[in-house]
């Protein structure tokens, strides 16, 4: 299994800042996923971030509202910019533990409320 | 468009009874299935990865079974306790297995004391 630590771990933040969250791995790993969790819904993907190269963002999801960096094979970042109440969320960091079975791993995530 | 769909969206049970929580999806080209345990304002913990070859997954009291060509899964929790209480998600990776999951909505599971 993978070890993924985040941070903060909860954040009260008000509306038009930014905040960034960050994710580092026990081990180096090629793609790192951004996942959000909005009150009361389930898990939904927001990016995927490969070392190297630009994110891969899905349908619904902008690279100037979550920018991603991933500077190495260890670490990621994702910033929540200029926020509104609707961007209060869990927002998870997940990795691909083993290649050969896919099974994902999560951070404890991060809890953004924004007044 | 990979769907997910978890039933019921809550249980209550008293300790001690065996129950089991249903997943069903849309596509069944499926590379694996995975289900989670979430604590409240927690993140995802991994309970049990079925990858598609296979039938079960067997993990203490938890036992998750996959039936591809129906589209379903369930997991089996025997002898439960107040310490599973939970949600629990299931989440399916389509295709290569290059992507992410994409997530049901989950069984928020209470065990009475």
């Known amino acids: 299994s993978a070890v993924i630590s985040q941070k903060p771990s909860r954040d009260i933040c008000q509306r038009g800042t930014s905040l960034t969250i960050q994710c580092q791995v026990d081990?180096?790993?090629?793609?790192m996923f951004w996942y959000r969790q909005q009150p009361g819904q389930s898990l939904t993907l927001i990016a995927t971030?490969?070392?190297?190269?630009?994110?891969?963002?899905e349908s619904g999801f902008v690279i100037d509202k979550f920018p991603i960096s991933r500077p190495n094979l260890t670490f990621s970042t994702l910033t929540v910019s200029n926020m509104s109440p609707e961007d209060s969320s869990i927002y998870l960091c997940?990795?691909?533990?083993?290649?050969?079975?896919?099974?994902?791993?999560f951070g404890e995530g991060s809890r953004l409320t924004v007044l | 468009k990979q769907e997910v769909t978890q039933i019921p969206a809550a249980l209550s049970v008293p300790e001690g009874e065996n129950l089991v929580l249903n997943c069903s999806f849309t596509?069944?080209?499926?590379?694996?299935l995975q289900w989670f345990r979430q604590d409240p304002g927690k993140g995802l913990t991994s309970l049990l990865l079925?990858?598609?070859?296979?039938r079960e997954q067997t993990s203490g009291r938890l036992n998750a079974s996959l039936d591809k060509s129906s589209g379903r899964s369930t997991l089996y929790i025997a002898a439960s306790q107040p310490g599973d209480s939970a949600t629990y998600l299931c989440?399916?990776?389509?295709?290569?297995?290059?992507?992410?999951?994409?997530f049901g909505k989950g069984t928020h599971l209470i065990i009475q004391p």
């Open positions: 989440a399916v990776i389509s295709g290569g297995g290059a992507d992410g999951l994409t």
């Open positions: 079925i990858q598609s070859s296979q």
């Open positions: 997940s990795v691909r533990g083993h290649l050969n079975t896919g099974e994902l791993f």
């Open positions: 081990s180096q790993v090629t793609m």
């Open positions: 971030a490969n070392q190297g190269s630009e994110a891969t963002y």
């Open positions: 596509d069944s080209a499926i590379y694996n």
